[in-house]
Every structure is written in C-alpha cells, then in structure tokens.
C-alpha cells in the first residue's frame, strides 16, 4: 500500500487491508488511507503494546480524525496456557490454533469489529503485521473463498515485508533478526502450509458462529469482503 510510513501493508480482500503498527504512519500517510477509504483500524495488539515509540513520527489526533480504531486483542500475553504453547508472543503459524482455540471470545470480537465497519475499508494490524495480523487474515481469506496458495501468499508477502524491516531496522525481539532467503524460503514453505492447515482444520464461518457471531454480522463481513461464497 502506499500510506507513507506504513510497514508491511497489504490487501487482504474486498475492502479489508492488513499492517504492521499503525505508529508507523505519517500524518500524509493517514490522509493517504483515509482518502483511500480508511475508516476503521482495528488494533490486534495487548494495550502495553499500543504506544508511541520515540522513533515514531510525531503525529497529531487531527491525523486520523474520521477513522474509529478500535482495539480488539487476541491474546492475553501473560497467560500460562499462551506461553506453554505460543512462547513469549506469538511468532509459528502451527501455534495459531491453539491461540484462537484458547479465546474464542477475542476472535468473535475482532470479526464483531468487522462487522460494525458499515462504511469504507478496514485496516487490521498487530505489530508486526505478520502473526496476530496473519491468523485474522487467514479467516478472513478462508471466509472470501480464497484457495490455498493465495492464503499461503498472504502470510509469505507479511513474513517477507516484516524481515526486510529486520534487516534495515532491526527486530522488536531478541529472538528474532534479519533471515537470508536461502533460509527464509523453506521457513515460508513450511509455515504457508501451516496457516492453511489452520483455517482448514478452524472452519472459520463455524468457528465464528458457534462461538457468538450472528449470521447478520457474518453476512456484514462478508459483504465487506467481497465474498465469492453463498452468505
């Protein structure tokens, strides 16, 4: 996407849109989403995440005015189930079903959010934009219709972005860095594999249902995205 300052952005499907931290953005860079039809973000991140950073542009609330950010976490980072699966935070799509399977609530709310965003596009974002960002856009994708490959491509593309900010930037983590594609390509393989394993295995419309979403909030996510499948 061209938002100026954005960090791994990129369309997901209809008018739904995926990123790294929204901090990143410039204030051009919020007038360039919003002229792009921008109105809601919502925030994947725990609530100690979403901060300003001191390398982060200044930007004014005047920035984003018009656009409703809603925070909707899909996680509880100190949680003992998490970390005996996930780690410290959320980094392999093999560990997606048991994020979402642990707070089905949190995912129900995120596509709530979806949902609600009756006017313009949607920007989902985490952090990095791959993980967290990822997993939702994986069930967004399974609930367009998407194929495998494209839902694989989706997690490669955010995988690949994030890294070449690694090697410019530097990583948020300790354990993570910069990867050299003779490295990076098995990983992305593999771990595109995963991710489609997952929302095989999740079936996010039954997934979503069962666990609270109503059939007219679905039908307003997959309005929104544009959906090649029957509501």
């Not at 919020?30 to 982060?56: H, M, P």
């Not at 997993?135 to 967004?140: I, R, S």
Request: charged share 25%; with cysteine; hydrophobic share 40%.
């Amino acid at each position: 996407m061209s938002w100026d300052g954005a960090v791994n952005a990129w369309h997901v499907a209809g008018r739904v849109y995926r990123m790294g931290r929204r901090e990143w953005l410039t204030e051009t860079g919020w007038r360039q989403a919003y002229d792009d039809g921008v109105r809601t973000v919502i925030d994947l991140r725990n609530s100690r995440e979403a901060q300003r950073r001191d390398t982060d542009p200044a930007v004014t609330e005047a920035a984003w005015s018009g656009v409703t950010i809603v925070a909707a976490p899909t996680e509880e980072p100190d949680d003992p189930r998490f970390t005996a699966v996930c780690g410290p935070y959320l980094k392999d799509p093999a560990h997606y079903l048991h994020n979402v399977r642990l707070y089905p609530e949190k995912f129900v709310a995120v596509f709530r959010a979806v949902a609600a965003a009756e006017a313009g596009a949607v920007v989902i974002h985490c952090a990095a934009g791959r993980d967290r960002s990822g997993m939702v856009a994986a069930m967004l994708q399974d609930l367009a219709g998407d194929p495998d490959q494209l839902i694989a491509d989706g997690y490669a593309k955010a995988a690949r972005g994030i890294n070449e900010r690694f090697r410019t930037h530097g990583p948020p983590h300790a354990g993570e860095g910069h990867i050299d594609d003779a490295e990076l390509t098995p990983l992305l393989e593999r771990r595109g594999r995963a991710v489609v394993e997952f929302v095989r295995e999740l079936g996010t419309r039954t997934f979503l249902l069962r666990n609270g979403l109503s059939e007219a909030e679905l039908g307003a996510v997959l309005s929104l995205l544009g959906s090649r499948v029957a509501p």
